[in-house]
């Protein structure tokens, strides 16, 4: 098993799980509320150190308990956190989860010291690991640090993925990057204009990074674009509980199974079935699968 190298946010997310979303202006009463570390970095480190992979985590946190909490919950996973910062004069990001009764969520984020992630010293970490291995990325950090992502990774000879989320307008450092980059249906339209998912992810690769786009589709699995071809990888029967997380799940177990030598298909297809497997648990990570328990599952 290879390294990963993941440059991201470290939130922590209060949860309220309720009847039904509410609409604008509305409130809805009888709630049930939790706190969960999260973040889209840290949960998909989490789930790339679950499946197995060496994890190093570069990101920030405040000064705060939360910030402390925050670590401390990613060091119990396995995930290396020397290279994240702590921020006195920010605050550790936060986000506010609403879910329904069928596992459908709305979340607000406030960003707090995940707008001061750099990755100015990625390089010098990347040279201080074997390799090459995977970096994994997400749009929760400035632009920038996405940019340094692109380079030293290119630099370094280590494949990169981007889960471009939330959506915003790509770089010019993503054109020829050959990076995975790995949108749901609505980033996708976002980065790569509207149309058919298969369409617009083969438009997005040949016109813009020159790379594989994997396109996921919730409870429908996700779309795989490697050049001419096109595979839909469909996800196991499950019955949802909790879809907060599962694109992060999807996500990490990608990135463990990049590093772990698999092909993008196959990777893919195991990273397809731990998100559907993580949302039968409440929380972005408590269903996340260890590799022996997805292992188990999909090989019995």
Do not use: C
């Amino acid at each position: 098993m290879g390294s990963v190298v993941v440059v991201g946010s470290i939130n922590v997310d209060f949860v309220v799980v309720v009847e039904r979303l509410p609409r604008p202006g509305e409130t809805v009463a009888g709630g049930r509320f939790a706190r969960h570390w999260g973040g889209k970095g840290a949960n998909q480190a989490v789930a790339a150190a679950r499946y197995g992979a060496d994890v190093h985590l570069l990101g920030a946190v405040g000064e705060d308990d939360l910030g402390e909490g925050a670590v401390a919950a990613l060091v119990a996973d396995g995930v290396s956190t020397e290279r994240v910062g702590r921020l006195p004069d920010s605050a550790t990001g936060v986000a506010l989860v609403t879910v329904d009764r069928n596992g459908d969520n709305q979340i607000a984020v406030a960003s707090g010291a995940n707008l001061q992630v750099d990755a100015d010293d990625l390089a010098g970490l990347l040279a201080g690991l074997p390799g090459p291995g995977v970096i994994l990325t997400v749009f929760e950090v400035p632009d920038a640090a996405v940019a340094r992502t692109l380079d030293a990774g290119r630099a370094a000879g280590w494949q990169v993925v981007v889960n471009p989320a939330p959506a915003r307008e790509l770089l010019d450092a993503f054109h020829g990057s050959g990076a995975i980059l790995t949108p749901n249906r609505g980033e996708l339209e976002v980065i790569a204009g509207a149309g058919q998912p298969q369409v617009a992810a083969r438009r997005l690769a040949e016109e813009v990074t020159g790379g594989p786009v994997v396109v996921s589709l919730g409870a429908d699995g996700a779309l795989v674009v490697t050049g001419d071809e096109v595979t839909t990888v469909r996800p196991p029967s499950v019955v949802a509980r909790d879809t907060t997380g599962a694109g992060d799940t999807m996500n990490g177990v990608l990135a463990g199974g990049l590093a772990e030598g698999r092909p993008l298909l196959e990777a893919v297809q195991r990273s397809v079935a731990a998100a559907a497997f993580s949302v039968e648990v409440e929380g972005a990570r408590d269903g996340m699968p260890t590799g022996d328990e997805l292992r188990q599952r999909l090989d019995g």
